[in-house]
């Protein structure tokens, strides 16, 4: 028996057992002495390679330079209909969401040209009972539309994120949303506003997050609907989610339609809010702001924003509900949990939540007589939209 056939009885022995590092070796031995590997010796091989070089490596040009020997030796297995493991397929997606984490987006894309999503598997992997993986087609088409959405290929974003909507019967951790989201930005860049306004407000029935509300304000901005971008610009600013500083650029969008409608003291305080957070945090500041901002007399040593955005929260709320009148009821039930109930006004009886009550917590109770707004809200059990009361006031005090 030559030294090659002895190489590659030992790979296949320890392959077997799942001594995986000990086969690659002397499969390699084999591959040295010009050996030639059969179908299955290349199978083997490559799952060598991903268990030992490419699994739970952290360097990205071993992982690569192991990538490329799986994809010369094995061929993707169409997973589609019956799930199998593959290591060509998870060599590739792994690479891809390395690339993804590093931003090197062309490297992401020229990986995934290497797959066919026909042939990825659409079953999620659970490790224990409380985590869900994705799927092989979610990664792939997670990594491949942020790598397009950041090189700016917004006409093949949308089609890689409709096709994922289309052919993903199953989504973890709301991923759709993600695709939903891309469509939208890209549409907003290709200057389509009413588009990405449809996909925003179809994913704001269900997923409130005060960058939703900037994505809406912006598009409208652009449109020069100033009114509703003011609105949904206020919703960002109030959202219960994401910290004050994240939303800077909220405030300055905020000040900028102001100045265009002319309300100068409004619009200096939103620029003001603006230029206080980035104070705070040390991020660069414009000369002419600052300027600005100085002949006004605002004190441009300020960096306490959490204060000013309670000072200022009231005009931010007259903004989100400006051209509606404050309904008047009485709360007509509250929950045994106490985080919701229903108030009765005018023959009818709005959803609240009581995080929404702004007086004391104690007068939420059956009888008590409120003031209140009325906003948009999709009840997921009826498939619907609905009006909840929001901004509510005990009348009582």
């Known amino acids: 028996m030559s030294s090659v056939e002895v190489n590659l009885e030992k790979a296949r022995a320890y392959n077997k057992v799942k001594k995986y590092a000990e086969s690659l070796e002397h499969y ?10 059969s179908q299955g010796d290349k199978d083997k091989y490559a799952w060598d390679l991903y268990f030992v070089k490419v699994k739970d490596n952290e360097f990205i040009d071993e992982i690569e330079e192991s990538a490329k020997k799986i994809v010369s030796v094995v061929s993707q297995k169409d997973s589609s209909k019956a799930p199998k493991p593959c290591p060509y397929t998870l060599s590739v997606i792994r690479l891809m969401k390395i690339y993804t984490e590093n931003e090197k987006y062309l490297d992401v894309l020229r990986w995934a040209s290497k797959l066919d999503p026909k042939k990825l598997s659409n079953q999620q992997f659970k490790p224990n009972a409380e985590v869900t993986m994705n799927s092989n087609k979610e990664n792939y088409y997670l990594q491949t539309t942020k790598a397009l959405l950041e090189i700016d290929k917004y006409d093949q974003t949308i089609k890689y994120c409709q096709d994922a909507l289309v052919t993903i019967p199953e989504f973890n951790n709301n991923n759709d949303i993600w695709f939903k989201l891309r469509i939208a930005k890209s549409y907003k860049e290709l200057g389509e506003y009413d588009d990405s306004i ?14 939703i509300s900037r994505d809406i304000a ?46 100068e003291d409004e619009a200096i305080m939103n620029k003001y809010m603006y230029y206080v957070i980035r104070n705070a945090k040390e991020w660069p500041i414009d000369d002419e702001l600052k300027d600005l901002l100085g002949s006004y007399g605002l004190d441009l040593e300020n960096t306490d924003f959490k204060s000013l955005f309670k000072e200022y929260e009231n005009m931010w709320i007259s903004m989100k509900y400006f051209g509606q009148e404050r309904q008047y009821g009485v709360i007509d039930k509250v929950f045994d949990d106490g985080k919701a109930g229903f108030i009765k006004a005018n023959g009818k009886s709005y959803y609240f939540k009581t995080y929404e009550f702004k007086d004391d917590k104690d007068y939420i109770y059956e009888g008590t007589e409120v003031s209140f707004y009325l906003e948009d809200a999709y009840n997921k059990s009826k498939d619907e939209m609905v009006k909840n009361a929001v901004n509510i006031y005990c009348e009582m005090l």
């Not at 390699?28 to 590997?37: N, P, S, T, V």
């Not at 449809?198 to 005060?210: A, N, R, S, V």
């Open 28 to 37: 390699e031995l084999a591959l040295d002495a010009d050996g030639e590997l």
């Open 218 to 263: 912006e598009n409208y901005f652009f449109k020069e609907e100033f009114d509703e971008s003011l609105k949904w610009a206020a919703k960002g600013i109030l959202a219960r989610d994401g910290k004050i500083e994240s939303k800077v650029n909220l405030f300055s969008l905020v000040g900028d339609i102001l100045e265009i409608k002319g309300f």
């Open 198 to 211: 449809d996909f925003l407000k179809d994913i704001y029935k269900t997923k409130q997050d005060w960058y």
